[in-house]
């Protein structure tokens, strides 16, 4: 599922498995096509894996959840924050679980 800003980016997270986990992109329009960004790698699974919700945006701030991975492996709540042209990702929350009973599988 994608997500618009104002200025037409879309942002997506997708699940890519193996070493990253998953990948936050961009896309801006250019032209009659699209230029894709990378603007995030999770290669962690403390930070979080198989990303089945969608992202959300509030105030520049991107935001979402994942099934598993994270302290327990019960799934994460994250943030990346825009930060001098590169995003910065923080973790403020791990669901309690175990790879066996996943967490959120929607925000």
Request: no cysteine; hydrophobic share 45%.
């Given at each position: 599922?994608?997500?618009?800003?104002?200025?037409?980016?879309?942002?997506?997270?997708?699940?890519?498995?193996?070493?990253?986990?998953?990948?936050?992109?961009?896309?801006?329009p250019s032209g009659s096509a699209w230029t894709e960004d990378t603007l995030y790698f999770v290669q962690s699974s403390t930070d979080g894996g198989k990303p089945?919700?969608?992202?959300?945006?509030?105030?520049?701030?991107?935001?979402?959840a994942t099934s598993s991975g994270g302290r327990t492996s019960g799934g994460t709540a994250y943030e990346l924050m825009p930060s001098s042209g590169s995003w910065t990702f923080d973790l403020p929350y791990s669901f309690t679980g175990t790879a066996y009973l996943p967490g959120p599988l929607a925000a």
């Open positions: 599922m994608f997500i618009f800003d104002a200025s037409a980016i879309a942002t997506a997270r997708r699940f890519a498995g193996g070493a990253t986990l998953s990948t936050v992109y961009s896309w801006t089945y919700a969608a992202l959300s945006r509030h105030g520049g701030q991107l935001y979402g």
